[in-house]
């Protein structure tokens, strides 16, 4: 069982290369294979038709489950995949465990239809707080990765996210309505604004990386999934960006946040989207 996060950060100074190995193998073997060919028996619906499943996804989260728990012994794995067919091991995010938070393929709709804006997103988190993260889009063959004070990079080269220039709108990617309450609805009304310009998110972690490259100014997001968030979330940190939920604290991958919430190119930002968002 690994103790401390001493050691976790000795781990990841010896095995970052393996887990990069593993994340593209897992892409080489299991995902792009099946990239615009997929058939219609290799296609699920889950929640609705919105929310799409493949053998990519069950299969690269398979591997990816077998080969990180064999690299960190002790640490537990939180699959988006595995979660939807057994809730209860979302909880293992809350434990003392070191935990890898894997969504084998963010963006499976666009996956489906044969787009290459999807990838995958590994994180590693212990007491709720994260560690690293890698964000690899196979089909564009990017791979982001960060670690807590260590920066973020995209392929090999450093990401900062900056600031918008002033005057510009601000552009913001925002939550599917159908992901939305009430409520919730209500409060992404707030954007409507001027000098900000909204439009559907696509796949999460790509839109995280686009804050993080400064080619996107925020999210505003009303769902928690650890999954596609975790990885995104620490990726903007370590590029000099910043989140906040409606309680203006940040974002907990251990649940309970004041929803929606945004993610930011800056601190300013942050909280100017969140201030829209209380308003209305």
Avoid at 31 to 48: N, W
Avoid at 78 to 92: C, F, I, K, M, R
Avoid at 146 to 157: N, P, Q, W
């Amino acid at each position: 069982m690994i103790e401390d996060t001493e050691t976790i950060d000795e781990f990841l100074v010896q095995h970052t290369a393996d887990v990069e190995e593993a994340i593209r193998k897992a892409a080489a073997t299991e995902i792009m294979p099946r990239f615009r060919q997929l058939a219609a028996h290799e296609v699920d619906q889950k929640s609705g038709p919105h929310d799409l499943v493949t053998d990519a996804d069950r299969n690269a989260e398979r591997y990816l489950t077998q080969v990180l728990g064999d690299l960190l012994p002790g640490s537990v794995v939180v699959g988006e995949e595995a979660v939807h067919a057994d809730p209860e091991t979302y909880e293992a995010i809350q434990g003392d465990a070191p935990v890898w938070i894997v969504d084998p393929v963010d963006g499976t709709r666009q996956f489906v239809r044969g787009e290459t804006g999807f990838c995958t997103l590994i994180a590693l988190a212990r007491h709720g707080e994260l560690l690293a993260s890698w964000t690899y889009a196979p089909a564009r063959d990017q791979l982001a990765t960060a670690v807590r004070g260590g920066g973020a990079f995209l392929d090999g080269v450093r990401l900062r996210s900056g600031a918008p220039d002033p005057g510009r709108d601000l552009e913001v990617a925002t939550s599917h309505p159908d992901y939305t309450t009430d409520a919730q609805k209500r409060a992404l009304l707030g954007l409507w604004a001027d000098g900000v310009r909204t439009r559907p998110c696509g796949s999460a972690g790509l839109e995280y990386l686009a804050i993080a490259r400064g080619e996107l100014d925020a999210t505003a997001f009303s769902w928690e999934a650890a999954w596609d968030h975790a990885a995104g979330l620490l990726l903007v940190e370590e590029a000099g960006g910043a989140h906040l939920t409606l309680t203006g604290e940040p974002f907990r991958i251990t649940g309970g946040n004041a929803l929606p919430f945004t993610a930011a190119r800056d601190a300013a930002t942050a909280r100017r989207v969140m201030e829209l968002l209380r308003a209305s």
